[in-house]
């Protein structure tokens, strides 16, 4: 079955230490995203990127960065920089980018801080 | 600027009641709307969606209907169960300065009690 998958599903964090979380679709999708969310405030949009080796910033990108070397990967590393981590982060696919097709989601990784 | 504003929960219903959740936008343009569910502890699952004013877009039991007059896309379902019980996001995609993009409403926790 196509579809999103994100690992870890839990993952923690020491203070001062980068992390990496990975996004994989087989669905063929040329774009890809990752949302943070946070209780009471929805999803916010992280980075986006609509083709290979090209992304861009979303609403929220300080503290985070991403990269697409490959269709199916869109890895997401939260850096030290990021202040305030601990947020459940979806990835999501579509094809054709925004243009109406609505998002697939992974099933999310919970990030805390120990 | 472009939004979507939706009802504040959370909601406890019994099994077999109505339920109505308002949502309501802000935009610039003619966006597409959509309803997305999230079950405990998983993704963003696309509940049902409209591309135009007065499309009726609806699932499992599940209705919305395009309203263009009144900017909003409430979603509605005549006889609850249990297995309802999720966070409900309204969404919409609108062009933003060339590149379009997915704004989320902050959700609305629905619990259904037996």
């Known amino acids: 079955d196509g579809g999103i998958t994100q690992s870890p599903k839990y993952l923690f964090r020491k203070e001062g230490q980068n992390v990496t979380l990975s996004c994989e679709q087989n669905l063929n999708h040329d774009a890809m995203y990752w949302y943070r969310q946070d209780p009471g405030q929805g999803l916010r949009l992280i980075y986006y990127?609509?083709?290979?080796?090209?992304?861009q910033k979303g609403d929220i990108a300080e503290g985070y960065s991403v990269s697409r070397e490959k269709k199916e990967s869109f890895p997401l590393t939260v850096t030290s920089a990021q202040k305030n981590p601990t947020a459940f982060y979806l990835c999501?696919?579509?094809?054709?980018?925004?243009?109406?097709?609505?998002?697939?989601f992974g099933d999310g990784t919970r990030l805390s801080i120990l | 600027g472009n939004s979507v504003t939706q009802m504040e929960g959370p909601v406890t219903l019994s099994e077999e009641a109505f339920l109505t959740i308002n949502c309501t936008y802000t935009?610039?343009?003619?966006?597409?709307l959509f309803w997305y569910v999230q079950y405990p502890g998983e993704g963003l699952q696309l509940l049902l969606k409209a591309t135009k004013a007065d499309d009726k877009g609806s699932n499992k039991g599940f209705e919305a209907t395009y309203r263009k007059e009144t900017t909003s896309f409430h979603l509605e379902k005549g006889s609850v169960q249990v297995s309802d019980s999720a966070v409900y996001f309204c969404a919409l995609i609108l062009p933003q300065g060339g590149s379009e993009k997915l704004v989320f409403g902050k959700g609305m926790k629905l619990t259904v009690n037996p």
């Open positions: 990127s609509q083709i290979v080796n090209d992304f």
């Open positions: 999501a696919s579509s094809s054709q980018g925004f243009k109406n097709q609505p998002q697939h």
């Open positions: 935009a610039t343009g003619y966006p597409s």
